[in-house]
């Protein structure tokens, strides 16, 4: 093969690996910074107190009005099975669109802060180890390292389950009305 074709295909290789990457929101929970996919983020909010939800399972914050629409708010700290977010003024609420089986659910998530906005390429990804991970391994799409410390990429689809969410903190589903 001549060096111009194998210039020429690296090139191409290199443009097509450059139309591949995504925008990653980046946010700190507990110190840990976390990413998902900014496709499924529709806003950030300032915190604002929720209505909290009677029976609710416990990583449920409570809702918010958004525009008329009611908003379920998810404490992710809780839902990791860590400590109650701290609630400081960088708290935010991060408005996300979850693909569910049957239809997309919004959903608010509760954060310590927003950092920034990433660009990820697929190479730049690290496969989600085997053990050692500070939450369930399904919640974790990726792990990308960047200035010296791990990113976790959210498989937001899993971490935020509506039906798992919806189940009471004993494993039984609510009372529909």
């Not at 290789?13 to 929101?25: R, S, T």
Request: with cysteine; aromatic share 4%.
């Amino acid at each position: 093969m001549s060096e111009l074709a194998v210039t020429t295909a690296s090139a191409s290789k290199a443009a097509a690996d450059e139309e591949l990457v995504h925008q990653y929101l980046s946010f700190i929970l507990h110190e840990r910074r976390y990413a998902l996919d900014g496709l499924c983020v529709r806003e950030i909010i300032e915190y604002q107190r929720t209505t909290k939800v009677p029976m609710a399972n416990r990583c449920v914050h409570g809702v918010i009005n958004l525009r008329g629409a009611v908003v379920p708010v998810i404490d992710l700290s809780l839902r990791f099975n860590h400590a109650r977010t701290q609630i400081d003024r960088r708290t935010c609420i991060i408005i996300v669109e979850v693909p569910q089986p049957e239809a997309p659910q919004i959903l608010g998530i509760l954060v310590d802060a927003v950092s920034e906005v990433l660009e990820i390429a697929p190479a730049q990804m690290n496969p989600v180890p085997a053990f050692g991970n500070s939450i369930r391994s399904d919640f974790i799409q990726a792990m990308v390292h960047r200035e010296g410390d791990f990113i976790i990429l959210l498989a937001i689809e899993n971490a935020l389950a509506v039906a798992e969410i919806a189940a009471l903190p004993d494993g039984t589903k609510a009372l529909s009305a």
